[in-house]
């Protein structure tokens, strides 16, 4: 069915462009490296097979004028969502090509920025691959040589935008929404190895730091809290003895 | 269809911030392992992140940078903190740099603020909704109004761009997940700083804030290829540049100097102000003594109008007491033409058309009741523009008697008794010593002023007021200067009596000799039988009086006599004959009102020679007479609106005896 073999491209689409976000956000930082930059430029390239293969489909599917009502509809609702993970993707490369260019990894006086952290990118970048291990085999100035065909890659998808716009007449402010406000609760998607509870500890340990002065109180609970204990052995001595 | 996601309209570039490209560098500085800030291990329960800086560290640092105090350091820290660079481990909302031990950490560089990239609302919308996912739909308040309606009602946040974001969030979260403990509690904080820097919680003030947007992109490249079209626009520009009128320094600086000179001990901020500055002692005397229409004005106030002309009219009180000097000396119609023209100009636009007519009915028609003077160039302008009149219609001619009233009445009346009067009675207020205890006091006691619907109110009332005592005294002068009735050439008086004024370039009123009886009669009265006498009992020294006289003529019953000559002026037909036939009865009410004029103005002199100059009138009309009128008063004529037409032929006679210089 073409409507879900769309769906599962575009989907894919949205996987690589999201690991692209990730690994953009590390550039700069103490957790970039020559295989960060080798992961960007591999995730870029998937990213646009993807969107290339995503474009010839949705306009191929949409050129066609033998389909229904509800399932134009459908496709052109896939197709506004393709257009914005293609802008996001856009930005993102030109952020990377700013980024790149002003943190060169092999200058030494160039410092990376000590953001915390410090952990390698390989599983968000292994995700994106869809591969289990990732193999570094580009040489040590990639930082340099990558950022050329960054432009020129920039310059593609610019076009490519250009050109959906141009050939596939669609209204964006025409699609509606099908999902709902609070959809993204309900749904889930293949996630990885991860449980609610490890989020939750998350968001509260930067919490947790707040109330550094509090520690006296968390001190004081302890106090209490094995006064009790201490209380509770005294009287079961006390009961076993009588 | 190329509608790009360009929300531009025009005015759409941020303004370049340079201080972004600075605090950068510096951040780079920082980063540096063996001068930069010392970094320490954040400890959280379970792990510990690295690359944690104290605030106290950094503002060392700084203050060792840049070889500045702490303080210095401080603010520094606080913007660098603002703007994003840096963001708080603890406490993140607040962005400030606190120099105790409190943690921070450096933002990774794609959450730098950039230039470029404006913070979209889509990536505030994935932001929200994995916070959503995260929290299980505990948003605060806030952010949830943007999440929730009024994202999708902001024109930038559409509703496909909603859903995507919804369902990139998802994604997103995943990828996320993939990364090791530590990092992704380092990315969250790294995000959520990021947002309260970009989109700051309701109340607080962001350092992000810009004002208003450029036109042109700041980032965009200088053109490069330099076309003919690019030399053409810049020799375009530097012709104009050569073209435009410029000013002597000497004589601008020279204007700045005498303007400061001038003010400088009238300008709040420079000098204190008597009795004292309300903002600073919270004591209201000094308003109270300055209100726009106060009995009694400052001395400093006063002193103000002695300045310019343009002081004095735009003071009320100033402008009244003007007004009343002018009245005095009986040419108040100029000022009052210049606050019609000034009414017209700012007044509502529906009732434009009306008051423009009225005011060329009352003030520059042919005959009309207060007439003023202006010369033939703008009132030909004047006409033309009336035929389809605007706004601006009657600027030529509110120039020209603004600028008559500036060079000849200005200077008159600031040497007048009333002027002298006002200066010795106005009042120089002592100055307040208000103690520290008092000045809480008048802090607590603090109330507002008057409503301004109030205040607009009253403003109408007076000028109510002064519109309905306005006219009178001029033009009920010369009605109740009665010429003898069986005497009386001209015939039917009109309800605006006559101009009469026009002969005297210098505004010189229709005098009021009988200027209390003036006031009390009503403009409708067009009794003549009390003002014979009066108008013969007092013999003021002014030579208007013999205009009234003759103006008095002006309430008579209507002859024929005087309609062909209203027939014959309206033509322009000077047949001297017919105002010989006219003089001997004009000759005879002059001699009956036993008024001998003093010279005071031109006219004065050919006064005594009228009585016997009547009989050969001269019949140039005057440039002044040649009015062009707008076409509907030509219609006027022949109505029985006999006012119009005894008007009319009132206008000429007595330019032509004006005229007169000793013919007789």
Redesign the interface.
């Known amino acids: 069915m073409g409507r879900d073999e769309c769906k599962t491209m575009l989907d894919a689409l949205n996987k690589v462009t999201a690991c692209y976000r990730h690994l953009v956000t590390a550039l700069g930082s103490t957790s970039d490296s020559q295989n960060l930059r080798e992961e960007l430029k591999k995730t870029r390239k998937k990213a646009q097979e993807l969107a290339v293969a995503n474009r010839t489909k949705l306009t191929a599917l949409l050129k066609d004028k033998t389909i229904s009502k509800d399932d134009r509809a459908e496709y052109e609702r896939l197709w506004v969502l393709f257009t914005s993970s293609m802008e996001l993707l856009e930005v993102d490369m030109k952020r990377s090509l700013e980024i790149g260019q002003d943190f060169p990894l092999k200058v030494p006086t160039r410092h990376l920025i000590q953001t915390g952290m410090t952990g390698s990118t390989t599983t968000v970048a292994a995700r994106a691959m869809s591969v289990q291990n990732m193999k570094y085999e580009a040489d040590a100035s990639i930082d340099t040589l990558d950022l050329k065909d960054l432009e020129t890659e920039i310059a593609q998808v610019d076009q490519m935008m250009e050109e959906m716009e141009m050939k596939v007449q669609v209204a964006p402010w025409a699609v509606e929404a099908k999902q709902e406000a609070g959809a993204e609760l309900k749904s889930t998607v293949s996630v990885g190895n991860s449980s609610v509870g490890v989020i939750s500890i998350c968001e509260e340990e930067p919490k947790e730091t707040v109330e550094g002065e509090n520690g006296t109180m968390k001190i004081f609970v302890g106090i209490i809290f094995t006064a009790v204990l201490l209380i509770a052995g005294i009287l079961g001595y006390l009961v076993i003895n009588l | ?5 360009v929300r531009d309209h025009g005015q759409r570039f941020r303004p370049r911030m340079a201080c972004l490209k600075k605090v950068e560098s510096v ?2 500085e920082m ?3 063996k001068t ?1 800030v010392k ?1 320490q291990n ?1 400890r ?4 510990t ?4 800086v104290t605030g106290e560290d950094i503002v060392a640092w700084i203050a060792n940078r840049f070889k500045t105090n702490t303080l210095e350091a401080r603010a520094v820290g606080t913007m660098m903190v603002a703007f994003g660079y840096i963001y708080p ?4 909302k607040r962005l400030i740099l606190k120099p105790d031990t409190s ?1 921070y ?7 730098w603020p ?1 230039q ?2 404006p913070v ?1 609302d ?1 990536d505030y919308a994935i932001y929200l ?1 994995k916070r ?6 505990m948003l605060e308040l806030y952010e949830q109004a943007t ?2 309606t009024s994202a999708s009602q902001h024109a930038l946040v ?7 974001a ?25 995000e959520r700083a990021y947002w309260v820097v970009h989109r700051p919680p309701p109340g607080t003030v962001s350092a992000m804030d810009y004002g208003t947007d450029r036109m042109v992109d700041p980032n965009m490249e200088e053109v490069k290829k330099k076309t003919s079209d690019y030399y053409r626009r810049i020799i375009m520009f530097t012709q104009q540049c050569i073209m435009r009128p410029r000013v002597k320094s000497s004589v601008s600086i020279g204007a700045l100097v005498k303007y400061s000179t001038t003010y400088k001990e009238h300008d709040p901020f420079l000098h204190s102000s008597l009795p004292s500055n309300p903002w600073l002692t919270d004591d209201v005397t000094y308003w109270a003594l300055n209100l726009p229409n106060v009995e009694t004005p400052t001395k400093m106030r006063v002193e103000r109008w002695t300045f310019s002309f343009g002081e004095l009219l735009t003071d009320p009180r100033g402008r009244a007491d003007f007004r009343l000097f002018l009245k005095k000396e009986f040419s108040g119609e100029n000022l009052a033409f210049w606050e019609a023209c000034e009414d017209l100009k700012w007044g509502a636009a529906e009732t434009m058309k009306e008051k423009a007519q009225q005011i060329y009915k009352t003030f520059l028609a042919r005959g009309a009741p207060r007439w003023i003077n202006i010369d033939g160039k703008t009132m030909e302008i004047t006409v033309k523009g009336l035929s389809h009149p605007h706004r601006y219609v009657l600027d030529a001619a509110q120039t020209h008697i603004y600028m008559l009233m500036k060079k000849d009445s200005y200077g008159r009346y600031l040497k007048s008794p009333v002027f002298k009067d006002t200066q010795k009675k106005a009042i120089a207020p002592e100055a307040h010593r208000f103690s520290d205890a008092q000045l809480e006091q008048n802090a607590k006691r603090r109330r507002p002023s008057l409503s301004p619907i109030i205040l607009r109110q009253q403003e109408e009332e007076q000028k109510a007021k002064l519109a309905a005592s306005g006219p009178v005294d001029i033009t009920q002068l010369c009605r109740f200067t009665a010429p003898v009735p069986h005497l009386a050439v001209y015939t039917g008086i009109c309800e605006a009596t006559s101009p009469g004024l026009m002969t005297l370039p210098n505004s010189a009123a229709c005098p009021s000799p009988i200027s209390v009886a003036i006031d009390s009669t009503p403009a409708s009265e067009r009794r003549f039988d009390g003002n014979g006498g009066p108008s013969s009992s007092h013999f003021p020294s002014i030579a208007e009086v013999s205009i009234s006289e003759e103006e008095n003529q002006l309430p008579a019953p209507k002859s024929r006599m005087s309609l062909s000559l209203t027939r014959l002026l309206r033509r322009g037909c000077n047949a001297p004959s017919v105002f010989a036939s006219l003089s001997p009865k004009c000759a005879v009410t002059t001699g009956g009102g036993k008024v001998q004029p003093l010279g005071v103005e031109p006219l004065a002199q050919p006064q005594p020679r009228r009585i016997a100059n009547f009989f050969q009138i001269k019949v140039d009309i005057p440039p002044e007479c040649r009015i062009y009128p707008i076409d509907s008063e030509d219609e006027e004529d022949d109505s029985p609106d006999t006012a119009r037409g005894t008007v009319k032929e009132i206008i000429c006679p007595w330019e032509t005896i004006t005229k007169q210089d000793g013919a007789g």
């Not at chain 2, 959280?44 to 792990?47: D, F, G």
């Not at chain 2, 919804?166 to 790294?190: H, M, N």
């Open positions: 269809m190329t509608i790009r996601n951040v780079l980063q540096d392992p930069g970094s954040q959280l329960v379970i792990t992140i690295p690359h944690a481990l603890q406490d993140h943690l950490r450096f933002q990774t560089p794609y959450f950039a470029q990239w979209e889509t909704a959503n996912i995260r929290k299980k739909g999440r929730g559409l509703p496909y761009r909603l859903e995507y919804w369902s990139t969030s998802l994604y997103i979260d995943a990828a996320g997940k993939e990364r090791k403990k530590p990092d992704r509690v380092v990315f969250e904080c790294q």
